[in-house]
T-cell receptor, first 114, second 110 residues
Framework: GAGVSQTPSNKVTEKGKYVELRCDPISGHTALYWYRQSLGQGPEFLIYFQGTGAADDSGLPNDRFFAVRPEGSVSTLKIQRTERGDSAVYLC????????????FGPGTRLTVL | SQELEQSPQSLIVQEGKNLTINCTSSKTLYGLYWYKQKYGEGLIFLMMLQKGGEEKSHEKITAKLDEKKQQSSLHITASQPSHAGIYLCGAAGGYNKLIFGAGTRLAVHP
């Protein structure tokens, strides 16, 4: 399939551990977004990449969160010293270009911090 | 900052019934997106509305944007079990991101 893929689909970790979440966008999509969805809520914006650069990281909650997209395709969201409050579904989306147009979402990674 | 409020929060209907979901913005809407989400899955794009008064339809789902009221509505005609899921409205929150409402959870009973 040619959709957005995310790995792993589920991740269980212990408080204080480091985790990496991966996103493979649709080929040719230059814009990539990360969102976080808590139970019973809509997705909340974290960070936006245009190409290799993070054009807007205003949604990252604190400096424990970091994301990269070194070659302008695959992106990795990194969370240091995980806390129980980080438990959520992390969604990745991509689009052809910005400004905002149709964003195609991946299935998400469900992160559980024990 | 812009906020989107969806109503109702949840909805249970009998198969074949019509239903409407509303999305109200705290600020003027310049673009409104409707997505559907099933449990454990990503968001599926339904429709995008950009102009005041615009109306779009796809199969049995119709969405309207009333720019003056800062509202959008999603109407489903003759609902089916396949329509069940979470419906999310999203607004362009700037150049590059979407701001979402909390979602409306729809159940359709046969």
């Amino acid at each position: 399939g040619a959709g957005v893929s995310q790995t792993p689909s589920n991740k269980v970790t212990e408080k204080g551990k480091y985790v990496e979440l991966r996103c493979d966008p649709i080929s040719g999509h230059t814009a990539l977004y990360w969102y976080r969805q808590s139970l019973g809520q809509g997705p909340e914006f974290l960070i936006y990449f245009q190409g290799t650069g993070a054009a807007d990281d205003s949604g990252l909650p604190n400096d424990r969160f970091f994301a990269v997209r070194p070659e302008g395709s695959v992106s990795t969201l990194k969370i240091q010293r995980t806390e129980r409050g980080d438990s959520a579904v992390y969604l990745c989306a991509s689009s052809l270009t910005a400004p905002v147009n149709e964003q195609f979402f991946g299935p998400g990674t469900r992160l559980t911090v024990l | 900052s812009q906020e989107l409020e969806q109503s109702p929060q949840s909805l249970i209907v009998q198969e074949g019934k019509n239903l409407t979901i509303n999305c109200t913005s705290s600020k003027t809407l310049y673009g409104l997106y409707w997505y559907k989400q099933k449990y454990g899955e990503g968001l599926i794009f339904l429709m995008m509305l950009q102009k005041g008064g615009e109306e779009k339809s796809h199969e049995k789902i119709t969405a309207k944007l009333d720019e003056k009221k800062q509202q959008s509505s999603l109407h489903i005609t003759a609902s089916q079990p396949s329509h069940a899921g979470i419906y999310l409205c999203g607004a362009a929150g700037g150049y590059n991101k979407l701001i979402f409402g909390a979602g409306t959870r729809l159940a359709v009973h046969p």
